[in-house]
């Protein structure tokens, strides 16, 4: 498997002066790097990328900056969609000047709105039609779709597995994988196994965090079944870990995130992935 892990853990906001994270990645023995890109988010693409090359690091963005509201794939109105689609077009663009392996999230919608209604019998073809659109544009830029189900306090589109296939087969397009999150699974799911097992060949990567967001083990987050499941399946993708530096001022709590979870990111990581690491083996070797 390829470890990785989230900028989140230890900078509010990518910069070209947050490099160094890139050799520390290094350091702690990660292959895969994540970074989150937006409207407030201006780096230099390329002297990122060509730094995670030099290191043999591989790259996954997401859409977790700057966000307008309007650029939404599954809005009621037509017009917000095309600016939605747009949007994400950018990341794509950005994504494949660095070089990066994925654009990865919950592009189906946008996190945090929550429309606490009956779905419009169009919505999920809208939507689906936009994530074909997506997915045939990233394509053509060499990068993959990775999208990944959100709990209900962030999104009524897609919670379960089911769901998220449900509208991967919709939009019909073999440029989309799957992005496994064990956090925001822990409200909506009630088996792992089942969960990883109906995702199989499709899945791309695991945010594997506890149910508190913190690092992985001792919580209520079954490892054991998720790694038995992942082995059983024959995944040897990403797993990050994905969490909110809560020593950066008010950063953890404007993300929604109020007791402190990860107080030194290179603790977490080095903690997370041992552990992950141990699962890993404990497995493999049966």
Not at 199 to 228: I, M, Q, T, Y
Request: aromatic letters at 10%.
């Amino acid at each position: 498997m390829k470890y990785g892990a989230h900028c989140y853990l230890f900078t509010s906001r990518w910069s070209d002066n947050d490099l160094y994270l890139l050799d520390l990645a290094k350091e702690l023995g990660l292959s895969i790097f994540e970074l989150s890109v937006g409207d407030d988010v201006p780096f230099d693409v390329r002297r990122t990328g060509n730094h995670a090359s030099s290191l043999g690091l591989e790259l996954i963005i997401g859409p977790g900056g700057a966000w307008p509201l309007e650029c939404d794939l599954s809005a009621d109105d037509p017009a917000d969609r095309a600016k939605g689609l747009a949007w994400h077009c950018r990341q794509v663009d950005a994504a494949a000047e660095l070089g990066a392996i994925a654009y990865a999230g919950a592009m189906y919608g946008h996190p945090g709105v929550v429309k606490r209604r009956r779905p419009p019998a169009g919505e999920s073809g809208w939507t689906a039609e936009g994530l074909h659109a997506l997915a045939e544009y990233a394509a053509s830029r060499n990068v993959l779709i990775a999208l990944e189900s959100m709990s209900h306090f962030r999104t009524h589109l897609v919670n379960t597995p089911e769901q998220l296939l449900r509208l991967i087969d919709l939009a019909d397009h073999p440029g989309l994988r799957v992005l496994f999150d064990t956090y925001h699974s822990i409200t909506e799911i009630r088996s792992y196994a089942s969960a990883l097992r109906t995702f199989g060949k499709r899945l791309f990567g695991l945010h594997a965090c506890e149910n508190d967001r913190g690092v992985p083990g001792g919580g209520l987050v079954p490892w054991g079944e998720v790694f038995s499941t992942l082995h059983e399946i024959g995944f040897d993708g990403y797993v990050g870990l994905e969490g909110y530096n809560s020593a950066i001022d008010d950063f953890a709590f404007q993300r929604g995130m109020f007791h402190n979870l990860c107080p030194e990111g290179r603790i977490f990581v080095r903690d997370g992935i041992a552990f992950l690491r141990r699962m890993e083996d404990q497995f493999h070797e049966r």
